[in-house]
């Protein structure tokens, strides 16, 4: 592990963040979003937090209220929400890396969620995890328990749409820790947090623990937006053929149509037992 994340500028050749992620399960991406691209999000999305009150508003269960927070407001489905998110999801940076890590171990990736998440004042740290918990059944299990390196199943990013600061919230994170067993906790020394200026992004792997700060600040709220690719013979996070309009996607480009499910990983995910994509033209 290093004592600090690796920066790099969005233009840096791809073997550099694929090293920087191998290392250390973690970088922060400099010029991930362009000055355009940062205003519009931030205009997009002004316009839904300004009717949205903190908390979930239809917890899972309820572990998941103290996990995304009381004072924190978030909401998915931004593909349908942001003509620049759909720009931001097909950035080369990210599905470079979804190329390396995901297409190994699948015929093609899905998009797992895109979330804006904006940390208010007040909010305490998140508890530290890892995203691919979320598939915590069979064999995955086993793999953890076993430990050491496998099978990656995620590759994500943390976008500041704000500037990231240790009082408000960044991004806590444990490099290296995409490398142990799945029952090593990390010591406080190796949590750091990811400061970065709006435009950058946080990129990781699903294996390595992070979580929200907490934010100590009385009238500043960090705001970014999590986005991320899985493997695509799991299910996603989010339910993007209710968080997207089917009259959206049909204007979107075809790679877009694929990774939001409208296209088949061999028998899955198939409708009238074909080629899903087939919906999109009747």
């Known amino acids: 592990m290093t004592a600090s994340l690796a920066r790099l500028s969005a233009a840096a050749p791809p073997d550099d963040f694929i090293a920087a992620l191998d290392a250390d399960g973690a970088a922060v991406v400099d010029g991930f979003l362009t000055p355009g691209q940062l205003e519009a999000l931030n205009t997009d999305f002004d316009r839904i937090v300004a009717g949205l009150a903190p908390g979930v508003r239809r917890p899972t269960m309820p572990a998941m209220e103290e996990f995304y927070g009381a004072t924190t407001v978030r909401f998915d489905g931004l593909p349908a929400k942001s003509v620049a998110f759909v720009e931001v999801m097909q950035a080369p940076v990210l599905t470079g890396l979804a190329d390396h890590y995901l297409l190994p171990h699948c015929l093609d990736y899905l998009f797992n969620t895109g979330q804006f998440i904006e940390i208010r004042p007040g909010e305490t740290a998140q508890r530290l995890h890892r995203d691919e918990d979320a598939w915590r059944f069979g064999p995955l299990v086993a793999a953890q328990i076993a430990g050491g390196p496998r099978a990656q199943l995620e590759v994500e990013a943390m976008v500041a749409l704000t500037d990231?600061?240790?009082?408000?919230?960044?991004?806590?994170?444990?490099?290296?820790?995409?490398?142990?067993?799945?029952?090593?906790?990390?010591?406080?020394?190796?949590?750091?947090?990811?400061?970065?200026?709006?435009?950058?992004?946080?990129?990781?792997?699903?294996?390595?623990?992070?979580?929200?700060?907490?934010?100590?600040?009385?009238?500043?709220?960090?705001?970014?937006?999590?986005?991320?690719?899985?493997?695509?013979?799991?299910?996603?996070?989010?339910?993007?053929?209710?968080?997207?309009?089917?009259?959206?996607?049909?204007?979107?480009?075809?790679?877009?149509?694929?990774?939001?499910?409208?296209?088949?990983?061999?028998?899955?995910?198939?409708?009238?037992?074909?080629?899903?994509?087939?919906?999109?033209?009747?």
């Open 164 to 282: 990231f600061t240790a009082a408000n919230g960044a991004t806590r994170v444990v490099p290296g820790s995409h490398l142990w067993p799945a029952d090593r906790e990390p010591e406080p020394a190796e949590i750091l947090q990811a400061e970065m200026p709006a435009g950058s992004a946080l990129l990781y792997l699903g294996s390595t623990i992070h979580g929200g700060g907490a934010n100590r600040t009385v009238a500043e709220a960090r705001r970014g937006m999590f986005v991320g690719y899985v493997v695509g013979w799991l299910r996603t996070e989010e339910n993007m053929f209710l968080t997207v309009p089917l009259e959206q996607v049909r204007g979107f480009p075809k790679r877009v149509q694929e990774v939001l499910g409208y296209k088949a990983h061999r028998a899955i995910g198939v409708v009238d037992v074909g080629d899903p994509g087939a919906v999109l033209t009747q």
